[in-house]
Each structure stands twice: as structure tokens, then as C-alpha cells.
């Protein structure tokens, strides 16, 4: 189970990560504990997703000086700023809205289902743009007394099905050479040429390429380094703004002059990360990936590199559903059966019957190297797992590379602010201190959960 508890309101979800594919059902209970009957008028789940853009470039302005003719040149900080609303769905729990009811003392539960569109693009975090999903509860109380609300982040996984990318089973190649007339090389040529077998992957798995390198110059390579580089572009008010990061490298071999090798690491697996594009309804924040590589010559200060870009979805290639099954868990004969309380989500399309009990810090064991039959309780499947019976299970880990988010709607200085932190530092947001806290989405530390596959 995963709480989120205020004083008077807990959120509880039957998945323990809040990691869901778009498409797939939101389940859990809102659970009310009053110390005596409490009235009000209704209490309500929100559902609500949305994208915000922001950052600032210094433009230089002219003024008069106050004498003819005569401008000075200021430097104006100008923000650009840019949302868009994914999801926003309520539903009543109890009550009308119009007459008070009252809620009875003690501890009162309230079960609920949500659809989440098909559409939606991926969570996301970074310093200048972000997109989130969250639930808040709330009690609306009589007049002069605050209503009571609590909300909740949740992750979201875009439905970026790589069998459906024409370009995910491509191979691409280039190649980089450096000749006899670079003042470097004093004889022959050295270079390289990438290849990658195919352009589509999910999180968890290997890039699989390879890289032939050759020296026949008179100048030693001291290293080639492989890289996985993530690029994102911002969009707002018709400008935009471009970040590039480095998720990760691996360091290849040095390679003497005259020598020639195939470098095929087996090492280079994609760590969580949101998939290409966000998904297909984000319009101000777009992700795209590369697989670069640099080769570090002896004596120069600039290195010979190359790129190719790579896609990273959420349904892997039917190719490789056998190779990102994970390995079976193996149990001793008197482990005792889990308790309704422990429970283990699962992703829909198989069963929680056969699972084993876990820790609840081995995320690992939650799922099995089968698929099993759904189970009659269970909330309708996403619409692709029915097209994709033998898929395997996903994992879920905290995302890499994430930032906190500075948002201010009103434009033009820093003063609101989320703070940096992770996932065990800030688990859900109390907003209890007033009524008329705004709907938009609250500032809260978040980490996303991002579906990722293989034998963990």
C-alpha cells in the first residue's frame, strides 16, 4: 500500500510505487479518521495533470540618458513561461456539494477507481520545465472552517510502443575519419565507425552496437568513450531553449598507432529515464536521445566524435520480450503465504495470487518471471497489454538526472520555489493550512518511478 495521511485524510493506493502506464486504472481508497462527527458538504478525488515551462534570457535594452540624443544599453532579464492541462477529472466520494452531510467518527473508507487517459505524456522533471500528476482529496467544511485536503504525486509512463516505430528495428552507421593532411597525423588516417543494430529501446536494456576503430596514423588514440546523451527542448511564446546532458559513459579501449579494434561493450544498459518525446501530446517540452561516441587523440585538445539517435519507449520490441523476462525467484518451501496487506501490485494483465511475500525494500521480487491469468477482481487492463499477452513485467526505479523545479506564474522573480530533495524526504503534500489554496498542481519533491525492464 502507499499512504499519503494529512491529520483527518489519507490517500491510499493499491500500487506501492504510484507508477502507472497511461491508459491503465488509478485503485485505492480515500480513508476519512475524524476524532467526532465532522460535517461537510462532499469530499472529492481530484485527478490532475499538467506541463509548465519557465526560464529567462537577458535581453539589453536602450534608454535615454536624459541628455539629447544620447541611449544607454540596460541588461532586462525577460521570462518566458508556457503550461498545458493533460487530465483533470473529479469525482464525488460523498455528499452533493450543495447540503452538509455528516461524517461519523472514527475511520471511514471510501474506495475509487480512476481511468487515466491513454494519451497522457510521461512524468517529468527539471529545473526549467516539468510535467506532473498528482490526486488531492478533499473535505469542504462549513463556512470559517478550512477544508480539509491532501494530495498525492503519482508518475505516469507515456504508451510509446516501440513495435509501432517503423524506426525502432533500424540499423544506422557512421563513420569519422581524420586523414594524412590533419597537421596531427603525420601518416594514414585514424577513425572510427559506429554501428547500432537497432534504434529503439526501453529502460533496463543494453545499447547493442559496436564501434571499429582504426590507427594507421602515426598518432596514438588515447581513448574512445561511448555516451548515452540526452537533449531536451523547451517551447514557449514562440522562443525555445535547449538543455544537453550526459546520462552516462563507458570509457573504451587506447588504441596504439598502427593497431586496429572492434570495441562491442556489453555494459552500456539505459537507466530509468522518460521515453523519447514524452509520449505524443506534449507540446512544450520534447526529449530525444543519442548514442555518441569520442575518440580522444594524443596531443589535441578537441576529440573526433559521432552520433546516432536512438528511441527510448515503454513496450519494448516483441523481439526481445524473452531477454527482459526477469530471472524466477526461488523460495524456500516454508515461506509463509503474504497477508492482505502485503499484497503486491500488479500490472494489469497478470494476478497477485502466486506472488511471494517480500520485504518491502526488495522492489526486485514484487514480480515474477510469468504472466498469470488476470484475476476476476481486478480493474479493466490497459488497452495494449491485451494486445501483448506475453509482455514482460516491468520494474520500477527512481529516474536519474532530475532536478527541482522553480515555478512562479506571475512572471518575473525567483521567490516561489520547490526546494531539491528526493522521493524519502517528501512523500505527499499537506495542504491543510488554508481554503483557498489554488488548484494548480502543489509544490512538492518528486521523483518519478519510471517503468524499466530486464533480469534484475
Given at each position: 500500500m502507499s499512504p499519503s495521511k494529512s491529520k483527518g485524510i489519507i490517500i491510499e493506493l493499491d500500487n506501492p510505487y504510484r507508477s502507472y502506464f497511461a491508459g491503465q486504472?488509478?485503485?485505492?481508497?480515500?480513508?476519512?479518521?475524524?476524532?467526532?462527527?465532522?460535517?461537510t458538504k462532499e469530499l472529492t478525488l481530484l485527478l490532475e495533470g499538467s506541463g509548465r515551462v519557465r526560464w529567462s534570457e537577458t535581453h539589453t535594452t536602450y534608454v535615454n540618458t536624459g541628455r539629447q540624443g544620447q541611449r544607454k544599453s540596460q541588461p532586462k532579464n525577460v521570462w518566458y513561461n508556457a503550461t498545458e492541462t493533460y487530465v483533470q477529472q473529479k469525482i464525488q466520494l460523498v455528499g452533493d456539494g450543495h447540503n452538509f452531510i455528516t461524517l461519523p467518527e472514527g475511520t471511514t473508507t471510501y474506495p475509487f477507481q480512476l481511468i487515466l487517459p491513454s494519451t497522457l505524456p510521461s512524468s517529468f522533471t527539471s529545473k526549467i520545465g516539468l510535467v506532473s500528476y498528482f490526486l488531492e482529496a478533499e473535505m469542504r467544511r462549513p463556512l470559517l472552517k478550512p477544508?480539509?485536503?491532501?494530495?498525492?504525486?503519482?508518475?505516469?509512463?507515456a504508451l510509446v510502443d516501440l513495435n509501432l516505430e517503423q524506426r525502432?528495428?533500424?540499423?544506422?552507421?557512421?563513420k569519422r575519419v581524420k586523414g594524412s593532411n590533419f597537421f596531427a597525423c603525420r601518416k594514414g588516417q585514424l577513425g572510427f565507425e559506429l554501428r547500432l543494430k537497432r534504434s529503439g529501446y526501453?529502460?533496463?536494456?543494453?545499447?547493442?552496437?559496436?564501434?571499429?576503430?582504426?590507427?594507421?596514423?602515426?598518432?596514438?588514440v588515447n581513448h574512445v568513450k561511448a555516451m548515452l546523451v540526452q537533449n531536451i527542448i523547451f517551447y514557449a511564446q514562440g522562443r525555445s531553449r535547449s538543455q544537453r546532458k550526459n546520462v552516462f559513459e563507458l570509457k573504451g579501449p587506447a588504441i596504439e598507432c598502427g593497431?586496429?579494434?572492434?570495441?562491442?561493450?556489453?555494459?552500456?544498459?539505459?537507466?530509468p529515464l522518460p521515453p523519447t518525446r514524452l509520449g505524443v501530446s506534449c507540446h512544450i517540452i520534447d526529449v530525444q536521445y543519442f548514442l555518441q561516441v569520442e575518440m580522444s587523440i594524443a596531443g589535441l585538445s578537441t576529440s573526433l566524435s559521432g552520433e546516432l539517435p536512438?528511441?527510448?519507449?515503454?513496450?519494448?520490441?516483441?523481439?526481445?520480450?524473452?531477454?527482459?523476462?526477469?530471472?524466477?525467484i526461488h523460495l524456500p518451501p516454508q515461506q509463509p503465504q503474504p497477508m492482505s496487506s502485503q499484497v503486491p501490485y500488479a500490472v494489469p494483465g497478470t494476478s497477485t495470487a502466486s506472488y511471494p511475500p517480500i520485504s518491502p525494500t526488495d522492489k526486485s521480487q514484487y514480480f515474477q518471471d510469468t504472466i498469470l491469468d488476470e484475476p476476476r477482481n481486478a480493474p479493466p487492463s490497459a488497452p495494449f497489454l491485451t494486445e501483448y499477452p506475453d509482455l514482460p513485467p516491468p520494474t520500477y526505479a527512481e529516474a536519474v538526472l532530475t532536478e527541482s523545479f522553480t515555478w512562479n506564474p506571475e512572471g518575473n522573480d525567483e521567490?516561489?520555489?520547490?526546494?531539491?530533495?528526493?522521493?524519502e524526504k517528501q512523500r505527499e503534500v499537506d495542504m491543510n493550512a488554508s481554503s483557498n489554496v489554488p488548484t494548480a498542481p502543489p509544490m512538492y519533491e518528486f521523483v518519478p518511478n519510471y517503468i524499466t525492464y530486464g533480469k534484475v
Open positions: 486504472v488509478i485503485q485505492g481508497r480515500v480513508i476519512v479518521q475524524n476524532d467526532k462527527p465532522k460535517k477544508n480539509k485536503k491532501m494530495a498525492l504525486p503519482i508518475t505516469v509512463n525502432a528495428m533500424l540499423t544506422q552507421e557512421i526501453v529502460s533496463g536494456e543494453a545499447l547493442d552496437f559496436s564501434c571499429e576503430i582504426t590507427n594507421s596514423s602515426s598518432t596514438k593497431d586496429h579494434e572492434m570495441w562491442c561493450p556489453t555494459s552500456l544498459a539505459i537507466p536512438i528511441m527510448i519507449g515503454t513496450i519494448p520490441l516483441r523481439t526481445t520480450f524473452e531477454q527482459l523476462r526477469p530471472l524466477p521567490t516561489d520555489q520547490t526546494d531539491g530533495g528526493n522521493l
